[in-house]
């Protein structure tokens, strides 16, 4: 605890030389050049808000100014012979803010989910889509290697629709005592939930696009034959966390309102960045579709634009579901709700912010209810239509994940800054306890 609290400290010290350099070396006229940066950073915050709310003209002028505002600043800097003193103060600046999040990094790390030694499996059934992921099962030769380790692969080729729930039910039926999936996250879900109603082991190949499921587990994402070694004796056992919404499973999250509509956009599978950006504007002017209520607990949120429900909490209140979950066995769903009120409360969530438009919780149970009988619900990045009121619960270590022993793993989680934790760190005063 005293070297986080010194790390605080030093991280307030850092600050204030920065500031001290702009204003000692470069003179009065640093001022100026305070207030031009400033500026600068206001305009570029205002057009980015304008580029992703508005169409037409409007956005292109707006990403305009983004690109020439910061041009402009540093050839003023350069002009007045000060880019050395904002150079060394962004230096400054940016220890400060690697010295702020080490001191609000928790001492003890968190050991992870624990694991399990269990013998390889002798029937294994895999189910791949070479599709998934630009055709990530052949160009890997997923197929061929995890037959030469012994495993059944059925590869969903058609012709027509395959129904993948089918054939992982008569998988079990004819003996596999392991079920595992090459392909995106929705099928993984699918097959998940097989498995964990009969208590196989699941096994997790990373050949999706995002395969978010697979870093939380801490799987190679880069490489995804390297999952396939889970099968042999390196193999070990966890036990995770299962969302349930409507009789079906969910891995990642189940996503509501504007956030769900933009997963409904046929678009959307093809081209997921490019298809949000072009329904944000309709998002961030004021989502015209269901009236939303979430209930999570006890608490009650009214009128959301958007809300995601996950299996475990994001870390950092993701308002998209696109950041990592530190552990998916805690038993409990993380809750996101997203309401913009206007384009400040906007600018505020697109950089990072945690304001009046955000709220995160935590429960057991949730249940999204709206003004309309059936609202559209993105289930681990695919749309089913649901009758209201959707109820969200949680089934605590109900899956069996087999996974390799030596595995990436993720990064170590960078905590966002939290100044008023950060002040009482630095404080020479006793901390209140469990601080």
């Known amino acids: 605890m005293t070297q986080r609290r010194w790390l605080a400290r030093a991280a307030f010290v850092l600050i204030l030389a920065a500031a001290a350099v702009m204003i000692g070396f470069a003179g009065l006229g640093s001022l100026a050049m305070v207030g031009i940066g400033a500026v600068g950073a206001g305009l570029i915050l205002a057009n980015g808000y304008w580029f992703l ?74 189910i791949m889509n070479p599709r998934s992921g630009g055709g990530k099962v ?57 498995a964990a109603e009969h208590d196989l082991p699941f096994l997790v190949i990373s050949a999706g696009t995002r395969n978010h499921f697979a870093m939380d587990l801490g799987l190679d994402r880069d490489n995804p034959a390297a999952c396939l070694d889970a099968l042999g004796d390196d193999g070990v056992e966890q036990r995770i966390d299962l969302g349930i919404i409507g009789g079906r499973t969910f891995v990642n999250n189940a996503s509501f309102g504007a956030y769900a509509e933009v997963v409904e956009s046929p678009a959307y599978r093809d081209d997921k960045r490019g298809t949000t950006l072009q329904m944000l504007p309709d998002i961030l002017s004021g989502h015209r579709g269901a009236n939303l209520t979430a209930r999570a607990g006890t608490s009650t949120v ?56 955000l709220t995160t919780l935590t429960a057991e ?5 709206a003004d309309v009988p059936e609202i559209p619900v993105g289930i681990d990045g695919e749309t089913v239509m649901m009758a209201t009121p959707v109820r969200c619960t949680i089934e605590p270590r109900a899956l069996r994940v087999r996974v390799p022993r030596d595995r990436p793993g993720t990064r170590p989680f960078k905590p966002a800054i939290d100044w008023p934790t950060l002040r009482q760190l630095a404080s020479f005063r006793p901390l209140p306890p469990g601080a």
């Open 365 to 369: 149970e949730v249940a999204v209810d």
């Open 138 to 194: 052949a160009k890997f030769g997923l197929k061929q290697k995890a037959e030469a380790l012994g495993a059944e692969v059925a590869l969903l080729e058609g012709p027509g629709q395959v129904d993948v729930a089918a054939l992982a039910r008569k998988a079990v039926a004819d003996g596999a005592d392991l079920l595992g999936v090459a392909g995106g996250d929705g099928t993984q879900a699918l097959v998940a939930g097989i």
């Open 302 to 357: 009214t009128g959301p634009q958007a809300v995601l429900v996950s299996n475990n909490p994001y870390q950092g209140g993701d308002i998209a579901g696109l950041s990592r979950r530190a552990r998916l066995d805690t038993g409990t769903l993380g809750v996101v709700a997203v309401t913009v009120n206007n384009a400040l409360e906007a600018a505020m969530l697109l950089r990072g912010g945690r304001g009046q438009g």
């Open 53 to 126: 709310a508005r169409r037409g003209l409007v956005r292109w002028l707006a990403f305009g100014v983004v690109i020439l505002v910061p041009i402009a600043v540093l050839v003023i800097f350069a002009l007045k012979h000060v880019v050395w003193v904002g150079v060394v103060s962004l230096v400054l600046v940016a220890l400060a803010i690697a010295a702020a999040r080490l001191a609000l990094t928790p001492v003890a790390a968190d050991p992870g989910m624990p694991t399990r030694e269990v013998p390889p499996p002798t029937r294994a059934f895999l």
